[in-house]
C-alpha cells in the first residue's frame, strides 16, 4: 500500500525533481537553506549528508555536529517535504563514514576488518549498530554495502578497506546480513559499485578508469545472487570502462550495462542510482546535458548529485532538473522513462514509510 504522501502521478517537473538525491550546506534546515527550496519548489527526492565540508580547502563540516543535531535536522527536513524523503549517508565503516566519533556516534570497523573476522555474529551485531545509529537519527537510506571484490591490494578501494574479501561467497553472506540488520529498522540500502570496481587501480574523483583487462564475470557474482534472493531493492553503478560489456560508456553511462545486463539478463526490477556524475570520470569527458541524457536513457533512476567537490557548483540541483525537463520537451528522453523511475523510486519509499 502506498502511503497518503506518495502521489502514484504527478506533473513532469513532480517526478524529474523525485529522482535526485542532493548533497547540500548546512546543518539546520530554515527557508535560507539551498535544500529548503529543492524540496518546496522541485519536490526533490532525498538528501545526501555529509560530515565534511569538501568544496572548500582545507575541509570545514557540512551536515553533522551531534546525533541530536542530525536528528533534528533529518525530522525539519521531513516536515517541509510533500513526498517522503530518502535522507542517505554513505555508512560503510572504517574510513568511509559520515557518523564518526568525532561527533559522538559509535565507532564503526571498516568493511574490511569485518571480512577479516568472517564472523557472522559479528558481522550481524556491526550491522546492528550501523542501522541502529541511522534509524535513531533520522536517516533511511544508507549507500552500502560494497559488493566489489578484492582483487588487488593495490586497487584504490581495496587499499582503503573498503572490500570486505576476494572471495564471492564471504561477499554474498555478509552483504545479506547487513542488508538484513538495515532492513528490520525500515532502511533501504544501496549495494555497490555495479557491476564491479575492485580492480580499479584509479579513483573515480579523478579519472575515468578503464578495467577491461581485470575485471571478470565472477563480480555479478554476489549482485545476481542478492536479486535472486529479493534483498538487494537499490543497486549503484560504478564509473568503470568494462569493454566487454560495453566498448563505448562507462557503467553510469551504459544502456548495454544497466538496461540490457542489469535489467534484462539479471532481472532486477528494483531501484538504480548513480554514483555522483560530477567525479571526474564522468565530468571530464561529457558535458552536463550528455552526461544527463546518456544516464536516463541508460536506465539510470535516481541521480546522486552530492555537490561536494572542488568546485562547488552553484544552483546544480534546480540547473539538472531544468535539463532534464528539457531533455524530455525535446524528445530526448522519454516522459515513459521518467514515469518508469518514478514509479520505482515510490514504490520503494513506500517499503521504508
Known sequence: MIPSKLKKSG???HMVGQMILGGFKGKIVSEKCEAYDWIRSYNIGGVLLYDLEMTQSPPGKRNVESPEQVKQLTDDLQNIADTPLFIAVDQEGGIVNRLTPEYGFPEFPS????????DTEKTEAFSLLVSDTLRTCGIN????????????????????????????EQILNHSRTFIEEHQKKQIACSGKHFPGQGSALQDAHDELT???DSWHRSELYPYEELIRSDHLKMIMTGHVLIRSLDKNYP???????????????MGFNGVIISDDPVMKAISDHYSWE??????????IDIICLGNNLIPYRENLIPKSIETIISLVDKGRVSSDRIEESYRRILNMKSMIA
Request: hydrophobic fraction near 35%.
Open 11 to 13: 506533473s513532469l517537473r
Open 111 to 118: 568493511w574490511h576488518e569485518i571480512g577479516k573476522l568472517n
Open 141 to 168: 537510506l544508507n549507500l552500502a554495502p560494497v559488493l566489489d571484490i578484492q582483487k588487488n591490494n593495490d586497487s584504490i578501494i581495496g587499499k582503503e578497506g573498503r572490500c570486505i574479501s576476494d572471495d564471492t
Open 210 to 212: 578503464d578495467i577491461s
Open 251 to 265: 557503467a553510469t553511462l551504459s544502456k548495454k550495462i544497466i538496461d540490457g545486463l542489469l535489467r534484462k539478463k
Open 290 to 299: 550528455e552526461t544527463l541524457e546518456l544516464m536516463l536513457n541508460a536506465g
